[in-house]
């Protein structure tokens, strides 16, 4: 057979299986994130009830919204170890019966100090959940699927909006059997995790070998790249797990994280507020307004992903998206009516998001082995405390009267530093791309 036929073989038995990964794969772990996402961000509808009817000032909600992430920070890589020993199916469906169980006891807070604690919890219970999902792709997709795959898979983080902002402004407006509106929000959106943790012990597969469903060529092809890639990444990295400590890049992907999660979760976990302050619009009309960033966040998200993979670069993906995000949330900041404000903070989410897909891809091709579970936890646990840090200085200038901008500000800055540090990291040149050799042959 001659080499130009046997490329052809090689890259049509590639395209089936990434399709059929796709397929099979993408459409329940979205699911899944759409639920963990939804349980995240939640607190953002529910504050326009519960912080008049308990008392909590601005300073204290960003405080509670943001201190999700200190748990998250503090149990993410002793998480993301206890999965990579028994597996993502057991694991993961324990992980999504713990935070759905305290989701729902959210709807019992009464006081401050009840509320940073469940908000603490709740980060402890899902800290797990997304490094694993990222963990989990990369030992099944192939380095060039993987910033699409990375894609799909999280504009379940828009998507969590688009579904959710309706729901639950609609469930702000439910006052039955004498509990308030944000009480239900709680306990409804947090009962699908725990339904869901049974499906996850019933149909996810571990691997790639225990995929019946994968055709016997497709699963050797499979098998073969993934072995070649990782074999090739401990050549350049090692697969220890102070390889991960121990990398440079590692630790200047996590400030580019920092920047991403300040922005991310300082615009998603305020936006209902943000609508709020420039409209009259009632908690309904809120979570439909709300829909139209996050619709625009999930195709750019998707759009650029592909684009990301179709070229194979990457850096340049998540500075220019970086830039665009700390301009728009820039003019955002400095705008007072509703229509170029919504315009600005939805063009600040789409570039925010849209890094995420290359991101990831340049993360998971760093590492492999023990070293990639810890340097995805890594960069996750320590770069997610922007998630913490851009809830709250909102909340703090906020409190100090200086409205929404000063706290818009301060996370474009962060997102300008992630953009120009995203334009220094990259995967070491030394590392070749793995030969897509068909295994059959």
Known sequence: MTPGPTRE??????????????????????????????????????????????????????????????????????????????????????IMVAWGVISCSMALITTPREFYGLRFLLGIAEAGFFPGMILYLRNWFPSGARARAVAWFMTANPLAGVVGGPISGALLGLHWLGIAGWQWLFVLEGLPA???????????????????????????????????????????????????????????????????????????????????????????????????????????????????????????????????????????????????????VSLGMMATFSMLGPFWAVATSLMSGTAAAVGIALINSVGNLGGFFGPYIIGVKRSSGGGFRGGMLVIAAFLALAGLLSAVVQPSREQPAPSRRNPLQ
Do not use: C
Not at 47 to 64: C, F, I
Not at 252 to 257: G, P, R
């Open 194 to 344: 725990v339904v869901l943790a049974l499906v996850v012990l019933v149909t996810l597969k571990d691997s790639p070998e225990q995929a019946g469903w994968l055709r016997s060529e497709e699963k050797l092809w499979l098998l073969t790249i993934l072995e070649q890639e990782h074999e090739q990444q401990s050549k350049i990295t090692g697969s220890h797990a102070w390889a991960a400590f121990l990398s440079w890049r590692i630790w200047l992907l996590t400030v580019v994280f920092f920047g991403l999660t300040t922005s991310g979760y300082g615009i998603v976990l305020w936006l209902p507020n943000f609508i709020h302050s420039l409209s009259a619009a009632s908690n309904l009309g809120i979570g439909v307004i709300s829909v139209i960033p996050y619709v625009a966040t999930a195709i750019a998200m998707v759009l650029v992903g592909m684009h990301s993979d179709k070229t194979g670069e990457r850096r340049w993906h998540l500075a220019v998206s970086a830039l665009t995000a700390a301009s728009a949330l820039t003019l955002a900041a400095y705008t007072h009516s509703i229509v170029p404000a919504l315009a600005a």
């Open 9 to 94: 073989l090689d890259k049509e038995l590639e395209k089936k299986t990434v399709s059929r990964l796709l397929w099979r794969l993408l459409p329940f772990l979205f699911l899944l994130y759409i639920v963990a996402f939804l349980d995240r961000i939640n607190v953002g509808f529910a504050a326009l009830e519960m912080q008049k009817q308990l008392g909590l000032n601005d300073k204290v909600y960003g405080l509670a919204a943001g201190l999700f992430f200190a748990g998250y920070f503090f149990f993410q890589l002793p998480s993301n170890l206890v999965l990579s020993r028994v597996g993502a199916r057991r694991w993961i469906a324990v």
